[in-house]
C-alpha cells in the first residue's frame, strides 16, 4: 500500500515519483502536506506508526517535524520496506500485514494512515485494528469524493472509469468517511484537504 496520495493527481506505481510533478498537483500535495503535518505536530507524540508506509515519504516529511519522536513505518510489501530504510536510516520499519500488526495493544501515541482505507476491501476491519495499536490518537486520511474523481476526469485520467482510480474500492464522502471511522473509533475532527480528506480520531476506553 500507498502512505502517500495515490491514484490520479499522481504516479499509481511510484510513490516517490508523483511528488516531482510541478503545476496545479504540486501545489495540492503541497497543500495536503501542511495540513497533515500540522496536526500530527499538534498531537506531540512521542511514538508514531505510519501504517502502510510504502516507501517512506510521510515518515520522512513526520521526522521533520517531530524531531524527537520514535517514528516506525509498517507496509506488506518488501521492497517498499527495502527502500523506506534506505531513504530514512535512521527510522524504524517493519514488513506486516496491516490486518494482524506485530505491535502490542496501545504501542504507539499516534497512528498515521494515509491514502491506504480505499485500497482495502474490508477497511474497517483494517481500522479495528489500527485502534487497538493506539494509545492516543489515530490520523486518517483518504480521497474526498466525488471530488478526486472529478478532478482525475477533469485531468483526462480514468475517463473510462468516470475518473475512478484503478485499484480504488471506497469512495468515500465526508459523512460515509465518518460513519465508518465512527464504528472503530471517536472521531474528533474533520479534515478538509481537497481533493483529500482526514479524520483525528482517538480509541474509545477498552
Known sequence: ?????????????????????????????????????????????????????????VSSWLRGVLPGAEITGVDGRPEAVAAYRTANPSLHAREGDLDALPFEDGAFDLVVCTEVLEHIPDAPRTLRELTRVSSGHLLLTVPHEPFFRAGNFAAGRYRDRWGSTPGHVHHWGRRGFLRMVAAEAEPLRWLGMTPWQGVVARPRPR
Not at 496545479?24 to 502502510?52: I, K, T, Y
Open 1 to 57: 500500500m500507498s502512505s502517500t496520495p495515490s491514484g490520479g493527481f499522481g504516479q499509481e506505481t511510484d510513490n516517490v515519483a508523483k511528488y516531482q510533478h510541478g503545476g496545479v498537483q504540486a501545489r495540492l500535495l503541497a497543500r495536503f502536506r501542511r495540513r497533515l503535518l500540522s496536526e500530527a505536530s499538534g498531537l506531540a507524540p512521542g511514538r508514531v506508526l505510519d501504517a502502510g508506509c510504502g516507501e517512506g515519504m
